[in-house]
């Protein structure tokens, strides 16, 4: 057997540069690292002396060059990855958050965190965690619940087994998620005599799990049955490139179709079976049809609470459930008929065997009425000293937007309003990352998608909460040369959480910066931070000063960024759902007791 003496951090990034996609290129597109006394000798040397294969970058935050990798992954349907690289303890630790981002999204993402000593000579060593009860045990362990697979590799030859799995989760359409190798650093040195085979290219094809046969007459013989059935298309429909599949589907059987975070764009904005959003943040066209519909066909969705308005959305007693999905998991969930099957393959086949069905239209009435209300908020405003609303500022977006704009964001205010009144006119046109809904996604987010697809003009908009969380990835996108918009929306704090409170009776309490405990008021410049790490920026006072800023963005060589005062207290009165924010039983406040009398009153109707 022909063999090759390399040490296991060069085997690694050997092995991980020969894997390829469907599309003939690598899989992993290149490897975010902060080095330190972890990872620095041993993945540090590998990765220069492979640097012409595989892509070394260098971040400022372990966690946000992570959800760089994951949102790069996302923009890419699942088909490329990247890998993130750190030293063993706060390096590592850091990233544990975007594991569990990439794991609620299942998101293909490859963790290197550097390990302690396997041979534990020098023990404890720097930044080590030590268990008094269990000597096997490192911080890496916190990423086992967060990882769809971990591994730690005290033996060079673990490689040759951990990194075929690795990559089969990574690849997998129903396991995809992120993955964790906890690499021991002297590990990372040691040499061993390796099969050359090992290191032969292999590509990694993407698996079209077809629907099992009796499933399949099950969900027809259900389908077929109704008469008023809706889809909702969730992030799978994406993942398995079946944006086109759904439309036809739709189409040839005139059933209306809603979409969730994870599934907006998947149909036009504009074409008629699509009544828009659902759920908690839905409109009033889609909610209506759910709450009428006699089958819910779930096409690649996780069902998440926010979609089903804590299923309390289906309110025909005689619904059934059905859930097209790739994993059993999804398929089952909330007692629904499952087919499990890749999103495309699945409604080929439904389709083909519902031939001749075709459902009740939908009230095209319903989707003019909903943006007969909504399309004013959007509008430009007269002009005046009010402060812009985030409806406001996401009109005057979509106004200079273009058939390539991706628009961007995670949490906050703005997923919700998106959600509501984001028009958006192609598949990959709308990028929420709304699963794990993190704070601090956006800005390195914006960068991963802009590398994953360099032709598209990304937009993130994140607030002044989000953007304090994690702001420093906007200095490496300046020093990368990686153009995007940013729109910071200034509301002065939380104002999100802040409505939550007041609608759940609380009284206005350490959200908003001006209700928490200060001796000096708050007083950011947000244009001066993003120009201190070399961004283009500006402050507008207006939606028209604005629209002009996004105007001058587009000429921009690198980032750019916008901020803009927001109202905190104004939200889209129109569509959205009761979403289950359990209120205290007891308090003193009467504003509590009336809040709690109406969400009793809520869960009795859900339950009844």
Same mark, same amino acid.
């Given at each position: 057997m022909n063999?090759?003496?390399?040490?296991?951090?060069?085997?690694m990034?050997?092995?991980?540069?020969a894997?390829m996609?469907?599309?003939g290129?690598?899989?992993?597109?290149?490897?975010?690292?902060?080095?330190?006394?972890?990872?620095?000798?041993?993945?540090?040397?590998?990765?220069?002396?492979?640097?012409?294969?595989v892509?070394t970058?260098?971040g400022?935050?372990?966690?946000?060059?992570a959800?760089?990798a994951?949102?790069?992954?996302?923009q890419?349907?699942?088909?490329?990855?990247m890998a993130?690289?750190s030293?063993?303890?706060?390096?590592?630790t850091?990233? &544990?958050?975007?594991a569990?981002l990439?794991?609620?999204?299942?998101l /293909?993402?490859?963790?290197?965190p550097?390990?302690?000593?396997?041979g534990?000579?020098p023990? /404890?060593?720097?930044?080590?965690?030590e268990?008094?009860?269990?000597?096997?045990?490192?911080?890496?362990?916190c990423?086992r619940?967060?990882?769809?697979?971990?591994?730690?590799?005290?033996?060079?030859?673990?490689?040759?087994?951990?990194?075929?799995?690795?990559f089969?989760?990574?690849t997998?359409?129903a396991?995809?998620?992120p993955v964790?190798?906890?690499f021991?650093?002297?590990?990372?040195a040691?040499?061993?005599d390796w099969? #050359?085979?090992?290191f %032969?290219k292999?590509?990694?094809h993407?698996?079209?799990v077809?629907?099992d046969?009796?499933?399949?007459?099950?969900?027809v013989?259900?389908?077929?049955?109704?008469r008023n059935?809706?889809?909702?298309a969730?992030?799978?429909?994406?993942?398995?490139?079946?944006?086109? #599949?759904?439309q036809?589907f739709?189409?040839?059987?005139q059933?209306?179709v809603?979409?969730?975070q994870?599934?907006?764009?998947?149909?036009a904005w504009?074409?008629?079976?699509?009544?828009?959003?659902?759920g908690v943040?839905g409109a009033?066209?889609?909610?209506?049809v759910?709450e009428?519909a006699d089958l819910?066909?779930?096409?690649?969705?996780?069902?998440q609470?926010?979609?089903?308005?804590s299923?309390?959305l289906?309110?025909n /007693?005689?619904?059934?459930?059905?859930?097209l999905?790739?994993?059993?998991?999804?398929?089952?969930?909330?007692?629904?008929?499952?087919l499990?099957?890749d999103a495309r393959?699945?409604?080929?086949e439904?389709?083909?065997?519902?031939?001749?069905?075709q459902?009740?239209?939908? %009230?095209?009435?319903?989707?003019?009425?909903?943006?007969a209300?909504?399309d004013?908020?959007?509008?430009?405003?007269a002009?005046?000293n009010?402060?812009?609303?985030?409806?406001?500022?996401?009109?005057?977006?979509?106004?200079?937007s273009?058939?390539?704009t991706?628009?961007?964001c995670?949490?906050?205010?703005m997923p919700?309003?998106?959600?509501?009144?984001?028009?958006a006119?192609?598949?990959?046109?709308?990028h929420?990352?709304?699963g794990?809904?993190?704070m601090?996604?956006?800005?390195?987010?914006?960068?991963g998608?802009?590398?994953?697809?360099?032709?598209?003009?990304v937009?993130c908009?994140v607030?002044?909460?989000?953007?304090?969380m994690a702001?420093s990835?906007?200095?490496?996108?300046c020093?990368?040369g990686?153009?995007i918009?940013?729109v910071?929306?200034?509301?002065?704090?939380?104002?999100?959480?802040?409505?939550?409170?007041?609608?759940?009776g609380?009284?206005?309490?350490?959200?908003?910066?001006d209700?928490?405990?200060?001796?000096?008021?708050?007083?950011?410049?947000?244009?001066?931070?993003?120009?201190?790490?070399?961004?283009?920026?500006?402050?507008?006072?207006?939606?028209?000063e604005?629209e002009?800023?996004?105007?001058?963005?587009?000429?921009?060589a690198g980032p750019?960024?916008?901020v803009i005062?927001?109202?905190?207290y104004?939200s889209?009165?129109?569509g959205?759902?009761?979403?289950d924010?359990?209120v205290?039983? &007891?308090s %003193?406040?009467?504003?509590?007791k009336?809040a709690?009398?109406g969400y009793?009153?809520a869960?009795?109707?859900?339950?009844?």
């Amino acid at each position: 057997m022909n063999t090759i003496r390399l040490a296991a951090a060069q085997a690694m990034v050997r092995y991980i540069s020969a894997q390829m996609n469907e599309d003939g290129v690598p899989f992993i597109a290149g490897v975010w690292a902060i080095f330190g006394h972890g990872n620095v000798a041993g993945l540090g040397e590998a990765l220069h002396a492979h640097r012409d294969s595989v892509q070394t970058l260098r971040g400022h935050n372990e966690q946000t060059m992570a959800h760089a990798a994951i949102a790069y992954a996302k923009q890419s349907v699942r088909r490329r990855a990247m890998a993130v690289t750190s030293s063993i303890g706060p390096g590592a630790t850091n990233m &544990v958050t975007a594991a569990a981002l990439a794991h609620v999204n299942r998101l /293909p993402l490859l963790l290197i965190p550097g390990d302690v000593f396997a041979g534990r000579s020098p023990d /404890p060593v720097l930044q080590q965690i030590e268990d008094f009860g269990d000597g096997t045990v490192s911080a890496n362990d916190c990423f086992r619940p967060v990882s769809r697979y971990f591994d730690r590799i005290t033996r060079p030859e673990q490689l040759l087994t951990a990194l075929p799995r690795a990559f089969a989760t990574m690849t997998d359409p129903a396991e995809c998620g992120p993955v964790t190798l906890a690499f021991c650093q002297d590990v990372q040195a040691e040499a061993y005599d390796w099969p #050359a085979s090992f290191f %032969d290219k292999k590509t990694w094809h993407q698996r079209r799990v077809r629907p099992d046969e009796a499933e399949l007459a099950r969900v027809v013989g259900a389908v077929k049955a109704s008469r008023n059935p809706v889809i909702v298309a969730g992030g799978g429909v994406h993942y398995a490139g079946a944006c086109a #599949a759904l439309q036809s589907f739709a189409e040839a059987h005139q059933i209306a179709v809603v979409e969730t975070q994870a599934g907006k764009s998947a149909l036009a904005w504009e074409h008629p079976l699509n009544l828009g959003s659902v759920g908690v943040t839905g409109a009033s066209s889609a909610n209506a049809v759910c709450e009428q519909a006699d089958l819910v066909l779930g096409i690649g969705t996780r069902f998440q609470d926010f979609t089903t308005g804590s299923w309390a959305l289906f309110k025909n /007693p005689d619904r059934k459930l059905v859930s097209l999905n790739v994993a059993a998991y999804d398929a089952v969930k909330h007692g629904a008929l499952p087919l499990q099957s890749d999103a495309r393959i699945g409604l080929e086949e439904l389709g083909a065997a519902l031939k001749g069905y075709q459902a009740t239209a939908p %009230d095209a009435a319903l989707k003019s009425e909903w943006f007969a209300a909504v399309d004013p908020l959007t509008a430009a405003p007269a002009e005046g000293n009010a402060l812009a609303t985030d409806q406001q500022v996401i009109g005057a977006v979509q106004r200079s937007s273009g058939p390539d704009t991706v628009i961007m964001c995670a949490a906050g205010t703005m997923p919700g309003e998106l959600h509501k009144l984001w028009k958006a006119p192609r598949p990959g046109a709308y990028h929420m990352e709304y699963g794990y809904s993190c704070m601090g996604y956006e800005i390195a987010g914006a960068m991963g998608i802009k590398m994953a697809q360099p032709d598209r003009d990304v937009v993130c908009m994140v607030g002044d909460g989000s953007y304090m969380m994690a702001n420093s990835e906007l200095a490496t996108a300046c020093m990368m040369g990686i153009k995007i918009t940013v729109v910071i929306t200034d509301n002065r704090g939380f104002g999100c959480i802040n409505r939550l409170q007041m609608g759940t009776g609380g009284a206005e309490f350490n959200n908003l910066l001006d209700h928490a405990y200060h001796v000096n008021p708050a007083n950011i410049d947000f244009a001066a931070h993003a120009a201190a790490m070399g961004a283009a920026s500006v402050k507008v006072s207006s939606i028209a000063e604005l629209e002009d800023a996004l105007a001058r963005a587009k000429d921009a060589a690198g980032p750019f960024v916008i901020v803009i005062d927001t109202d905190p207290y104004p939200s889209t009165p129109d569509g959205g759902h009761w979403w289950d924010v359990a209120v205290p039983e &007891v308090s %003193d406040r009467d504003e509590v007791k009336t809040a709690r009398q109406g969400y009793e009153a809520a869960l009795s109707a859900r339950l009844n």
